[in-house]
């Protein structure tokens, strides 16, 4: 890292506001789920624990009575944000907004039990916390797949964090543009050549409007959304996140009787896993060597190879033989755009390298690939992967992302996720 560059702890407490972690200062001022749960290995990686739960108990702060763990908390005021709760429009206190993220939270909490040093304070904690998870992840099977395809969905392209993948540019058109004028926050404080375009946040600010409108009604919402996707990412995120939990409450190793008094959750949960398990197939593309999204309204496949079809691997829900596939076309991957993993294939026709998730590499999506890398016994590929990893920060520091072909820094610097990562997994 750079000279006069913040550590890894100091971006951490920088961005610290009282018990939750800002991703970054002025960009993204308030708590956001699946950073929240990225930065709390990083306060776990810098000894301080108890603040590591503390992440996650202020993130469920924001969940609501149906189980859901909204995208955005917002504790605190700010001007520095569009769109802030008044645009989402939602009645909850804390304020937060009205759509989710990828739940990396259960696999997370696993990590904070099982590697904390301080046993009582890791049970005390996961009892704590753990009943609200798995409502959580109930919320998911139940509001977003009705119809028991094993196959969740989402409402809008930031519930899967990856916001202006080409893999959302299909359904996307299928979205009315807002008629209301407004003003962007984001292009003012980085280069708008690293952040979406106006024609995606006229839809996305679109979307906002529509499940304000819709009264957040979760069948109004499954039937007419007009933006409603099988998104792989989070399917496989989601996936394995369940399977921890289930570990969690069945190990019991810290003899908290979670099983006894979760027994009907957790039956449901297993049922919902193996649904999964089955219902991924169908998004296997064996033309281009990896999963696909699915657009659920249009009923086709997203075309697009992007990291986000190689996470089943973290899921554990490839076969043997298609994570060999897999594991090849990451090793071309990382020939073409040595920074990365480019979160879009560095040969596809609309990759670019530095736009936000049309190419950039994001270091907490690098740890999950290597992580199913290793389990799936690729440990060559998990090792590439983790010293381009290292490259990017040794290139520009604790950037929220980075130009996967010259290893520039882009987006928001001294970023929470990415100091997280350096602590926890590359340090
Ligand atoms: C943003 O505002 O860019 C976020 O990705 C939305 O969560």
Known sequence: AKLDALSAHDVLKLNDLGGYTVPTRGLYPFQWNWDAAITALGWLAAGDEARAWREVERLLEGQWDNGMVPHIVFHGDAETYFPGPEVWGVKHSPSTSAISQPPVLASVM????????????????LAATLPGVIRYHLWFYRDRDPEHTGRVCSYHPWESGMDNSPQWDGPLAGVPPVDAEYVRRDTGLVDPSERPHKYEYDRYIYLVKFFQQNEHDAEVLYRDCPYRVED????????????????????????????????????????????????????????????????????????????????????GV??????????????????????????????????????????????????????????????READQIKQASQKCIEAAGYYEYFNSVTGEGCGGRDFSWTAAMDLYWLN
């Open 232 to 315: 792989i990412s989070l399917i496989s995120i989601l996936h394995r996140g369940t399977r921890d939990l289930i570990a969690l409450c069945e190990e019991d190793a810290a003899g908290l009787g979670l099983v006894n008094t979760n027994g009907e959750a957790l039956f449901s949960l297993k049922q919902s896993l193996a649904r999964t398990e089955e219902g991924v197939q169908a998004l296997w593309s064996d033309e281009l060597g990896c999963f696909l999204s699915r657009d659920a309204r249009a009923n086709v496949l997203l075309e697009h190879v992007t990291t986000a079809g190689i996470l089943p691997l973290f899921a």
């Open 318 to 379: 490839a076969s043997g033989a298609q994570a060999q596939r897999m594991g090849g076309l990451l090793e071309e991957w990382l020939e073409q755009a040595p920074f990365g993993v480019a979160s879009t294939h560095p040969a596809s026709t609309r990759f670019e390298p530095k736009r936000y998730w049309r190419g950039p590499s994001w270091l907490h999506i690098n740890w999950m690939l290597a992580i199913g890398c290793e389990e799936y016994g690729m440990s």
């Open 110 to 125: 696993k990590l904070l039990f099982e590697e904390g040093r301080d046993r009582r304070l890791a049970e005390e904690k």
